[in-house]
């Protein structure tokens, strides 16, 4: 991964849940964006979010 490639919080305005359309938050030290009313995880790779409902982890699994 490239250390200078981070994501851009602001993207969050545009982003939502595929699965619950709902909004999301970013976490930074996990890279990843989290949806509480889904609750799943979508992962962030070299700054660019993975909205895939097969790439999210279960927030269950913490």
């Given at each position: 991964?490239?250390?200078?490639?981070?994501?851009?919080p602001h993207m969050l305005?545009?982003?939502?849940?595929?699965?619950?359309?709902?909004?999301?938050?970013?976490?930074?030290?996990?890279?990843?964006?989290?949806?509480?009313?889904?609750?799943?995880?979508?992962?962030?790779?070299?700054?660019i979010p993975?909205?895939?409902?097969?790439?999210?982890?279960?927030?269950?699994?913490?």
């Open positions: 991964m490239n250390d200078t490639t981070v994501f851009d305005e545009a982003l939502i849940c595929p699965k619950s359309h709902g909004t999301l938050r970013y976490d930074a030290e996990a890279q990843e964006l989290i949806s509480e009313s889904a609750g799943v995880a979508f992962p962030i790779r070299d700054g993975v909205m895939l409902m097969d790439a999210a982890r279960c927030l269950d699994d913490a």
